[in-house]
């Protein structure tokens, strides 16, 4: 589907079974292309297929990068079409297994939230918070939605601002403050006949509008190319040119962690990782009618494996392995 393509104009359908093909032909992107192939389903109404889909990838769950997103938005889809007590199972064993990645939290939080589970949504968007965001001076950017959904659902719930609710409204960018974004009374303006506060609540949604599309704008990191060990002495050793670029490993290591930090300190926002392979880097070179050789090759290959989910994020949450796969957790690695 073409980024322009209105929502309107889209055959999930269709769109959906492409994805499929697409997985069949590109396994190692199996998991994202599957993914959003079930949530074109979803859209298309046929929640039981989507349903197949997220048992297809749980199938496989020891080759999966995040099975607990999977499971979240099995549970979520599952609660919309009537497996409530099996959503509600899934939703507790994503609490108890506290990934650190903030989307299933989001996810399962939001499940709740949307069928008026609220004080289980605030418990579970909080508990998301504890894990994530324990003695972390600045939240990543992809833990900005944690913070803001249980701002919201506080917010509906009528509880007294804490630290958290606090650094959710510093973090919150729009011109309209999150207190009257995630106001409970918000709706009452709509059956107004007042025009100063029907113009009040359109000055609010259009705040709210650009939050969304600042989001949407950033649907995949700024990702930075790394290369394991193995594989840079082999790309390399097959084109020299680009020893240029890459000295030495240990050099391309330090290198990726600078400009990643520079990036970081100049505000750019949701930064991420991806690995290269050879095999890989050859076949988008292809594709591109490019030779391997070329190094301007090398940020469009990059920029490719991110918008196909191949990214993580940068820098790693708190406690987990280092982005360079030296099994050494990452404050005390590259992290120093």
């Known amino acids: 589907m073409r980024p322009d393509t209105p929502a309107e104009n889209v055959d999930h359908n269709a769109e959906a079974a492409r994805l499929e093909r697409t997985a069949d032909r590109y396994p190692e992107d199996a ?128 509880l007294p601002h804490d630290d958290w609710d606090v650094l959710a409204d510093t973090l919150h960018t729009s011109p309209v403050s999150l207190d009257e974004l995630h106001d409970p009374k918000r709706v009452w303006s709509l059956g107004s006949e007042n025009p100063a506060e029907l113009e009040a609540e359109i000055s609010r949604l259009r705040a709210e509008l650009g939050t969304f599309r600042e989001a949407l704008s950033r649907p995949f990191p700024v990702a930075v190319l790394h290369w394991p060990a193995s594989e840079l002495t082999e790309l390399v050793d097959a084109y020299p040119s680009l020893s240029a670029e890459y000295p030495s490993h240990e050099e391309h290591l330090a290198t990726i962690e600078a400009s990643l930090r520079e990036l970081s300190a100049s505000g750019t926002a949701n930064l991420g990782i991806v690995t290269g392979t050879v095999p890989s880097y050859e076949a988008f070179a292809a594709s591109e009618g490019t030779s391997p050789a070329e190094p301007s090759l090398l940020p469009q290959y990059a920029t490719t494996l991110a918008a196909r989910g191949r990214a993580v994020e940068w820098p790693p949450q708190r406690g987990t392995a280092c982005w360079c796969g030296s099994g050494r957790v990452y404050g005390e690695c590259h992290g120093e």
């Open 31 to 158: 998991e994202a292309l599957l993914v959003q192939a079930a949530a074109h389903l979803e859209l298309a109404g046929d929640r039981p297929a989507a349903s197949s889909l997220y048992d297809r990838l749980l199938a496989t769950q020891a080759g999966l990068e995040n099975p607990f997103l999977v499971r979240a938005l099995k549970a979520a889809n599952l609660w919309e079409y009537g497996h409530e007590a099996e959503a509600r199972a899934i939703i507790e064993g994503v609490r108890v297994a506290s990934p650190r990645d903030p989307a299933p939290w989001v996810i399962v939080a939001e499940a709740l939230e949307s069928h008026d589970e609220l004080e289980q949504a605030q418990e579970t968007f909080t508990q998301g918070a504890r894990v994530l965001l324990t003695d972390v001076a600045e939240p990543p950017y992809s833990t900005h939605p944690l913070l803001f959904g249980r701002h919201r659902v506080r917010r509906m719930l009528g």
